[in-house]
């Protein structure tokens, strides 16, 4: 029995990736080994290429903002005023942004418009690309239904693709804009015209082993971000392989 090693490289030049694909053949091969060097390897390669993750949502709910937000620490979105986003959507270069007191490499790829005609089309494209290990959806309190079909879209996708959904880890829903709507509302009364989606949410998560998070956020007024940032990208990095003494 033996252990088979090879190198696969990703489609496109700039997007080539060397990542090392483990395949212990037989019981002759402990899996707490097989995991180690699965985690040794995700560990560098998020190092080196960044964290995959991507930003979803209907139209107009942050999500041009959020990656501005993760780029540039905040501080540039006085004055920050996006045109809503075309087909196709944008490139984003990986980038550094501080999480807590670490700087964590990210790399979510494109900044994807939220119109409808575009779900079928960049949102598939960009989950296939990316194998995201975290999925931000983006909703605020306007188009309850909207973002109903954007999100039942999204559980969908995570079905129907799971090579795409293979390494995720975590959905953390935020629901923007709370200083349009927090002082009247709670996230939980928000979220009453959801409880389907929720409950899909939830069962999904528990089918497929990944995590969900709801957190009511204003990227205007900052309330909630760092938070839900930490825990979220807490939950989805690969951890540095411990070496333990005896
Ligand atoms: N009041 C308020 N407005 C926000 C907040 N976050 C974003 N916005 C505004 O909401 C609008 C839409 O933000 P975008 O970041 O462009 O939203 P998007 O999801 O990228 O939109 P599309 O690209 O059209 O899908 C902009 O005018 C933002 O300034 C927030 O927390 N509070
Ligand atoms: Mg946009």
Request: no cysteine; hydrophobic share 40%; net charge neutral.
């Amino acid at each position: 029995m033996y252990w088979k090693a090879f190198v696969m490289t990703q489609k496109t030049l700039g997007d080539r990736i060397l990542s090392v694909i483990t395949e212990a053949l037989g019981s002759l091969v402990p899996s707490g080994v097989n995991n180690a060097v699965n985690t040794a390897v995700d560990f560098a390669y998020v190092r080196v290429f960044g964290l995959p993750f991507i930003v979803l949502g209907y139209r107009q709910a942050g999500k041009t903002t959020l990656l501005e937000w993760l780029r540039h620490d905040a501080a540039h979105l006085v004055g920050f005023d996006p045109e809503p986003t075309a087909a196709g959507g944008d490139a984003v270069s990986p980038f550094g942004a501080h999480i807590g007191d670490e700087i964590i490499r990210m790399r979510p790829r494109r900044d994807v418009g939220g119109e409808y005609a575009m779900w079928e089309t960049d949102w598939v494209e960009l989950f296939r690309g990316a194998r995201p290990r975290g999925i931000i959806f983006m909703l605020d309190h306007n188009h309850p239904y909207q973002h109903k079909d954007a999100l039942n879209f999204t559980l969908q996708m995570i079905d129907e693709e799971p090579e795409a959904s293979r390494q995720l880890r975590m959905l953390l829903i935020l629901v923007n804009k709370s200083d349009l709507w927090g002082d009247r509302r709670s996230v939980d009364d928000l979220l009453t015209d959801y409880r389907n989606e929720i409950r899909r949410l939830k069962s999904q998560a528990e089918r497929l082993g990944y995590r969900y998070q709801i957190a009511g956020v204003s990227l205007i007024n900052g309330s909630g971000v760092s938070e839900a940032m930490q825990s979220f990208f807490d939950a989805i990095r690969p951890r540095p392989k411990r070496i333990t003494k005896r």
